[in-house]
């Protein structure tokens, strides 16, 4: 892993990018990954980076990092409308 960052940061300095873009590119990608591994839920994903709630919101605001997009990416159960027959009228049958 530490040649793939290290080809990535090359790749990065000779195609000009900034420091600051790059830190902002890094934070923002993995607070969205480990968003993404608790389901979008901001609670569980604060304490896997050990930071306060209120930290992660401020710095999802900072990165424009918006909550509602991270939910819609991931799978939510269909509506009603959508699902098929319950389990228990499948059953009945």
């Not at 790749?11 to 607070?31: D, N, P, T, W």
């Not at 608790?38 to 999802?60: E, F």
């Amino acid at each position: 892993m530490k040649d793939q960052l290290e080809a990535l940061i090359a790749q990065m300095h000779q195609s000009g990018i900034l420091y600051s873009e790059a830190v902002c590119e890094f934070r923002k990608r993995f607070i969205l990954t480990v968003l993404e591994s608790n389901n979008g839920n901001q609670c569980k994903a604060a304490r896997q980076l050990q930071m306060h709630r209120n930290t992660l919101s401020r710095t999802m605001a900072e990165l424009k990092i918006d909550p509602r997009a991270v939910r819609a990416v991931l799978r939510r159960r269909p509506p009603k409308s959508e699902r098929g027959p319950s389990l228990e009228k499948k059953m009945a049958r």
